[in-house]
């Protein structure tokens, strides 16, 4: 018999060490509220912060699946059958974003005038120092190039020391966006497919002409409209040459396997590959919404003035939602698709049904299942 002492709710989920943090600090010591309020802002971005910690738990695990080699032979070879649990977990990581941007709304019952009894003691702590959400977004992939930089200071700057160790750390890991492509770059498409670059890119032309018909029949087109329709779809046929070729042979790999899933997804062992395709996009929006309506909150909240953080408040949010992209190329290959009524049939389909040891049926579970 164990002598350990049995839990308690109280112990188990160690309620009274959460529940005395909503007390702000000023300096080393706890300060009363200064305005009832102040306690809502105080729950809300912890239940934010509970919300990152959960994400960044969930999205490491699902790099890690992808990331991992399956049979001690295939190098950073992935297991099929765990394919189900990354979608599983990218499904729970976008149903807590999806929390997160309707959860915005309790925090607007707060009028922004009694924000402002006690914005000043906030001063200069903002959101920009979420460790948290930095973490999160290295680890999808975003790179520090990529920021919006409309302000005069570093992001890292903005951090303790302690914080930006563990983003040194997160930068030196795989991102999951690596992860993904990875994995897509090791669909064997050409045992699959033999030729379908090329294929792809014929049926791409029949349904660009199929375009340039329509257009040319709307009578509500003017001949200047018309040329400039024709144009984009000679441009759009050089785009999808050098998304088929860009240079690298991993992104020409998982840009040809991206359209080959999307577009032959019916078939059975594409079926987990498609739906894991389509949780990466709907992260990606997701999050993009999330970014969205935080910045929709904010201008409600405070106008246009600049943030705490010194930033210029809603219109850098803004740029941050609309430009910032981590799996951009997945929507880019969707702007390639065709009608599926023009696609060449699969020269072997019995290789894309159960049954076939065609690589991309990788085997039994290995004992690596999830804990
Ligand atoms: C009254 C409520 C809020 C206001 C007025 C507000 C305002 C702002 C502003 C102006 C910024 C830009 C940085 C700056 O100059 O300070 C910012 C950044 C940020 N805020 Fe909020 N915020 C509020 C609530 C929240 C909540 C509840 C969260 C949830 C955790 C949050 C998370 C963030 C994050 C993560 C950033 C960094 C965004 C980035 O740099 O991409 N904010 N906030």
């Not at 005395?20 to 105080?42: K, T, V, Y």
């Not at 990354?86 to 707060?110: A, K, P, S, Y």
Request: aromatic share 10%; proline share 6%.
């Amino acid at each position: 018999m164990s002598d350990r002492t049995p839990p308690s709710y109280g112990s188990y989920l160690r309620l009274d060490e959460l529940l005395a943090c909503q007390a702000p600090p000023d300096g080393a010591e706890s300060r009363d509220l200064i305005h009832h309020d102040e306690m809502l802002f105080i729950v809300v971005h912890q239940v934010f912060e509970l919300w990152f910690r959960q994400m960044l738990h969930d999205l490491s695990r699902a790099r890690d699946i992808l990331g991992q080699p399956d049979r001690p032979s295939d190098e950073r070879r992935v297991d099929e059958a765990q394919i189900p649990r990354v979608t599983e977990l990218l499904g729970r990581v976008n149903e807590i974003l999806r929390l997160c941007h309707d959860q915005f709304t309790v925090l607007e019952t707060m009028p922004s005038v009694h924000f402002l009894a006690f914005r000043d003691a906030l001063l200069p702590a903002s959101g920009f120092q979420s460790r948290q959400f930095r973490e999160f977004e290295i680890l999808t992939g975003m790179r520090d190039q990529d920021r919006v930089r409309d302000f005069g200071f570093d992001y890292d700057a903005m951090l303790g020391d302690a914080e930006r160790v563990v983003l040194d750390e997160r930068r030196s890991e795989m991102s999951l966006k690596a992860a993904v492509f990875a994995w897509l770059a090791r669909t064997p498409v050409e045992v699959l497919f033999p030729g379908f670059p090329r294929a792809f890119l014929d049926a791409h032309r029949d349904y660009a002409a199929t375009q340039e018909q329509l257009q040319a029949r709307n009578p509500r087109l003017t001949e200047e409209l018309r040329a400039a329709a024709t144009a984009r779809s000679t441009q759009h046929e050089t785009a999808l040459r050098s998304y088929l070729d860009p240079g690298g042979d991993d992104e020409r790999r998982a840009h040809a396997a991206f359209l080959f899933i999307a577009s032959y997804r019916q078939a059975p062992l594409l079926r987990w590959p498609y739906t894991l395709l389509e949780a990466v996009i709907e992260f990606e929006e997701r999050l993009r919404l999330f970014r969205f309506r935080h910045a929709r909150m904010v201008e409600r909240m405070i106008g246009f003035r600049i943030g705490t953080g010194g930033s210029s408040g809603v219109e850098y949010l803004d740029r941050t939602a609309l430009e910032y992209r981590v799996f951009g190329d997945l929507f880019v290959g969707r702007s390639f698709l065709v009608n599926p009524a023009l696609l060449p049939d699969l020269p072997h389909p019995e290789r894309l049904e159960f049954g076939f040891d065609s690589g991309l049926q990788r085997g039994a579970p290995t004992d690596g299942g999830d804990r």
